[in-house]
């Protein structure tokens, strides 16, 4: 495989939710990046799987694991 350039955080997200979505199908898969003591949701593929999870949402990382 050669070199792959992406123009942006977006479409870079984008392909690799989509890697990990053939590895994983049928499921919400997310990108997220940790600040202090929270998450920040950046992108999500949602498989319809009913988990409400919003890119932009900010969550606490107290309660995760």
Do not use: C, H, W
Not at 7 to 18: G, I, M, S, T, V
Not at 19 to 26: D, E, Q, R, T
Not at 35 to 60: C, F, H, M, P, W
């Amino acid at each position: 495989m050669g070199n792959v350039f992406f123009r942006n955080f977006a479409e870079a997200a984008q392909d690799l939710l989509e890697i990990v979505n053939i590895a994983l199908p049928g499921k919400t898969v997310y990108l997220a990046k940790k600040i202090n003591d929270a998450y920040s949701i950046e992108k999500v593929l949602d498989n319809d799987t009913g988990v409400r999870i919003k890119e932009g949402a900010i969550y606490s990382a107290e309660n995760s694991y």
